[in-house]
């Protein structure tokens, strides 16, 4: 329990190890050094030391720090840990001043709701209480209580909004993991707390209380351009409603970077909001109006690199809809994927070096990639031609090989566990029959499946294998299957009374 809080809350920091603020870097060394030999205590007390320094030098950064890594000590070194962790951070946040106090008003509400999390068994058996039963031990709480602490930390993270979005967030890289050019997306401290507000309020715990009128996704405005989205009216009488909360966080995002020069962070805003009201809303007709507006978007923003986010959704959204395509049932997106590619295609071709254009390329492969396997009758009779059973996609032509094996080569065969070795193990075996089949290809990018005809095979065990290549040393793709040709039969006969088993 108290390895697996201290992770969570290590989620907001960089090790000691990463590149330190100068000044502090020796002392930080030592602390990691007494981590690598088990020294907690030593460790504790040279953060201590360091806490104190920072307060002198109102270095807001590496007193979040420290409090992190006194937490992860006090985790280690004390009983009931927990409940002094969440006191301290209240006393700390009493004592700072923003934007400090905004950071840490964010580390203890999602202290609350790992807790929970954690321990979510424990508050399905609690009702709700008109008071805490014990104000200082959150442990004591029923989840509508703690949801609702953890919803005043998040919101008091956002106060003093002006100023939260006048600091780069790069200003606190000493403890928040930034990887290299993500601040394009996350580039104010706002953005940070805000999306990790979202994060919570994204998460629809279905067991918190409901009120009579509680808020639903309805208005299809929600999923229209941004324009109209910062239009659209929201009731505000559930306040406590997860799904309405993170709309208004999401529209506060969108209106404050609606005109920046690099609409990158907007698109991005534009398009998680989208995804999140596609997959909340109950009005009919989503997934159209989800596609027009990101299509809205890419006409709008074609000309910036990070318009590729959006054809990577288009090209998405695309894909799954291939995904309900059935032969004969259901053909209405059987050529689904084969727009997908070309949006990518396009995406990767106008600005191939962006994180857009990589999730196309992933895309693009998957879209791509050939499937083979084949099935057929455990048991054929001899001299009789029978049928093998072919699953494929995106392959034009295959090879067939049939090997006469013992009962010992098969089990051999089996064991293999890597496809050079399968391989390397045919080419030791005499092929009995060999021949080719052409296949059809619908350049749809769907899984197929035709019947090949089997020639007939004398008395005894068969290793079947299709490939793609000419040769099966050439190529990983191929898929095999056992036979026993053989002019015995079992049938089995059931009734009430009996159970008849019949050689033939």
Known sequence: MKKKIFFLILSFVITTSVAQDSAYKDQWKKVENFELKDLPKSALAEVNLIYNKAKNDDNSDQIIKTLLYQSKFALVLEEDAQLKIISNLKKEILKTDVPTSNILESILADLYWQYFQQNRHKFYDRTKTDQKVDPADFRTWDLQTLFEEAHKHYQNSRQNKKHLQSIPVRTYSEILTIKDGSEIYRPTLYDFLTHRAIAFYKYNERNIQNPIYKFTVENPYLLKNNNLFLQTELPSKDSLSQELNAIYLYRDLTRFHLNDKDPTALIDISLERLNFIKNNAVFTDKENLYLRTLKELQEQYNSFPASTEISYKIAEFYNNKANTYQPIIKTDNQFKRKE??????????????????????????????????????????????????????????????????????????????????????????????????????????QEHSTEVLLPALNSGRYLIVSYKNKTPERDSLFAYQFIQVTDLSLIRINDPETEIWQVI
């Open 340 to 445: 997908a590619l070309k949006i990518c295609e396009e995406a990767i071709k106008k600005f191939p070096n962006t994180n857009g254009s990589e999730k196309c390329r992933i895309l693009v492969d998957q879209i791509k990639q050939e499937k083979l396997r084949i099935s057929v009758e455990n048991y054929i009779a001899i001299n009789t031609p029978s049928r093998l059973l072919i699953s494929y996609r995106n392959i034009n032509n295959l090879n067939f090989k049939v090997y006469k094996v013992d009962n010992q080569q098969k089990d051999q065969f089996e064991n293999y566990r890597s496809d050079s070795t399968k391989i390397a193990f045919l080419n030791q075996l005499k092929v009995e029959k060999q021949w080719t089949s052409n296949l059809k290809n619908e350049e749809d990018y």
